[in-house]
């Protein structure tokens, strides 16, 4: 099967990670799939992509920069055009809104089957009124629009009407951490328990109810530090959070991004989520696949899913800042229940999440919307 995957960039974001993994699974089958970074101009991706993953920089098929006005955005949509009708795809797979827009446009008139996937909920995280009301108009004509949870299905047609086919795909474990066992939850990762949390440091991760919370715990639990891992726009406000709080140098520590945190999950000995929305956290999937007990903020989309409606994780209401501070207390109090939940916690989410799992999702998709014509 030949796929165009269109997506803004090859950088260090959630829905970049997943086109890393699906794009390096279908080429190792057989597949044949150009990858289209969009909105950015060249650069080393930051997750490793097989050699036989084909990278085609729009920028490049435009001879400089994508960024401008009208008549750039009106050249960049025919140059994907040009490239789409040169590949003659058996389907056409975008990531992001105004990515999903331009491949709608692009494959319009084409009879290349054409899926788009949101990344996140569209009910809680805005786009802008443009963008909105592009989506509200076009989404309509894809093949199919995907999401990523049960939650948002259940609710995009309301907010994007006229669908013809709306489908759920999780995100998938990446393989290599797929081929590492769950980290022994009998053993102590190290002298000092790590309370860890990975994500992008932006105003809805809420890093600063963490900060907060943990603040509040370390004199009742004077063994324990708090690492984050993760970049963004708040870093700076975090670390006079951190310095504020009067701890000694060490308990609370930005650790900056990392392309593969799973070394630092396997150091760790708990995790927290405290997202006021997520689409489908791959930070608190892979920590739970690698046995690490977590405590999440029960968001609209992502967490509840993952966590087997609470079962496997312990979920919160978003923007407690008691309700966390008093399940990360028990939990770090807890050896029994860290145990427990980090064995039930991987056996479910890689059972669930499996690679295989997702990509059987993808592979029934795309074979109800492939042209018969072009059916192998």
Known sequence: MKIVFLIS???????ERVASTLTNAWVARGDQVTL?????GGGQPFYEL?????????ANEIGGPVAGGGKRY?????????????????????????VNIAALAATAFTRIPCIVSERSDPSMQPIGRVWSL???????FADAVTVQTEA??????SIYPGLRRVAVMPNPLPAALEAQPPRDPDQLASARPVLLSVGRLAPEKRTNLIIDSFARLATSHPNW???????????????????ATGLPPGRIRLLGRSAEPWTL????DAFVLASDYEGFPNALLEAVALGLPAVSTDCRSGPREISDNGSVVHLVPPSDGAALQQALSTLMADTARRRQLGREGAASVRRRYSLDAVLALWDALFAQVRRPERRA
């Open 225 to 243: 530090d708090l690492h984050l891992v993760g970049d963004g726009p708040l870093r700076t406000d975090l670390q006079r959070q951190i310095e």
């Open 265 to 268: 999950m396997r150091q760790a």
């Open 74 to 98: 009106l050249q960049r949509l025919l140059a994907l055009r040009r490239l789409i009708r040169q590949r003659q795809p058996d389907l056409v797979l975008s990531f992001l809104p105004n």
């Open 36 to 40: 289209v970074p969009t909105f950015s």
């Open 134 to 140: 592009a989506c509200r108009l076009l989404y309509r």
């Open 50 to 58: 097989d050699p036989r993953v084909e990278v085609r920089y729009l």
């Open 9 to 15: 960039s090859l950088g260090s974001g959630g829905a």
């Open 152 to 157: 948002v299905a259940g609710r995009i047609g």
